[in-house]
């Protein structure tokens, strides 16, 4: 049963890559198919006991399931740009989907299978993003609004992983989150208050009418809501490109501070 279950598992992966093996696509297609064959041989093969006890297949286990979403623009100018990027080995760099300025969905990995799209990030206490989440890129050079059918595009991806991998709203974040400092996507045009309005990500209510307590510590907030606060000026920063979209400043004004108090509440 447990080398059944393996088989068909690894099996249905070669068929998702067989899908799309023609096209000006079809060679980096046959290198996916060949590297997750690779990776059905090593799950299938015995692990070697340390020990020299044998070894005893358990007939309970499953997938790692993902458990974040991760939204990206690619900072570059064109969807064949960055799919040829990501097909190209010299990058190191993928993401499980890509979605032109037009709404076009790529997917690019199954959603089972690790992508390279993190690069050295912390959000909570989880230090390695890329195993326990999945990667989206939209088309876009840094710096120009996001098109509707490009945010529609996402929002119908964002609706099937949710519904498949039952992933909570506060864990659909940007890449500037979890890596402060180091990345500013999605720009700040990003529509992050429509995403939570359809439930995926968090935001701050409409009318703020809590005051903050004189013991409120903001840092503190911030590295409860997720953020790494190594350096606690690229948090705010982080925060303010997500939640406030002005002006970047790394100090919180009192707006600003009841903005995080209020989001505070949500994540504890």
Known sequence: MLQKSIQLFFC??????????????????KTYKSKTKELGKTIRTTPLNPTGQ????TT????????????HHTAQNSTEQTLKTFTTPKTQVSAHYVIG????????????????HGGAAKWGNVTDINSSSIGIELDNNGFEPFSEAQINGLLTVLANLKKTHTIP???????????????VDPNITFPWKKL???????????????????????IEALRIIGYDIKNPENAIKS??????????????????????FNLYKKYL
């Not at 249905?12 to 297609?29: D, E, H, K, Q, R």
């Not at 939570?196 to 903001?218: H, I, K, R």
């Not at 925060?239 to 995080?260: A, C, R």
């Open 101 to 116: 300025r037009d709404g076009v969905i790529y997917q690019m990995l199954s959603d089972y299978l690790r992508a390279w």
């Open 196 to 218: 939570a309005e359809n439930g995926y990500g968090l935001w701050q209510d409409q009318v703020l009418t809590d005051s903050v307590p004189e013991t409120f510590n903001p």
């Open 60 to 71: 309970n286990f499953g997938l790692r399931k993902p458990n974040y979403v991760i939204i």
């Open 169 to 183: 709203a506060a864990n659909f974040i940007g890449h500037s989150d979890i890596a402060p400092g180091r990345k």
């Open 12 to 29: 249905g992966l070669i068929l998702v890559a067989m899908s799309c093996s023609s096209g000006p696509y079809g060679p980096t297609n």
């Open 239 to 260: 925060f303010q490109l997500h939640f406030v979209q002005k002006e970047l400043t790394g100090i919180l004004n009192e707006e600003e501070k009841q903005i995080l």
């Open 54 to 57: 044998d070894f005893v297949g």
